[in-house]
């Protein structure tokens, strides 16, 4: 069983920046990919970015480039540092874990994750 617990929401302006964390407890943190999606109301979860045990990264279209995701597999945390916010990026932020991705493997869609955190509102204001 992993337990994902995120940290870091808030309300930003828009040009801002914040940094989320999501600390991983349960089984061994360096072997998952780990994932961010995002949600809004009356919309599907949407992938905002993931990174593999191999630490490739990967990113939506509509985040690259302002969004970076990094991982201490030390302190079992991953972190979404969010650049040049806008207001469409408000949202519930997820962060989940495949605990059964191969090394080198890619994670975009929400099936392929296997646990998920409760969730962080961010709000930014234009």
């Known amino acids: 069983q992993v337990h994902l617990v995120e940290s870091g929401g808030g309300w930003m302006q828009a040009g801002g920046s914040l940094r989320l964390s999501c600390a991983a407890s349960?089984?061994?943190?360096?072997?998952?990919?780990m994932g961010w999606f995002r949600q809004t109301p009356g919309k599907e979860r949407e992938f905002v970015a993931a990174?593999?045990?191999?630490?490739?990264?990967y990113f939506a279209d509509s985040v690259k480039g302002r969004f970076t995701i990094s991982r201490d597999n030390a302190k079992n945390t991953v972190y979404l540092q969010m650049n040049s916010l806008k207001p469409e990026d408000t949202a519930v932020y997820y962060c989940?874990?495949?605990?059964?991705?191969?090394?080198?493997?890619?994670?975009?869609?929400?099936?392929?994750?296997?646990?998920w955190g409760q969730g962080t509102q961010v709000t930014v204001s234009s």
């Open positions: 349960g089984g061994t943190f360096r072997n998952y990919a």
């Open positions: 989940a874990a495949d605990v059964t991705a191969k090394y080198y493997s890619v994670s975009y869609s929400l099936g392929e994750y296997d646990y």
């Open positions: 990174i593999n045990p191999s630490v490739s990264t």
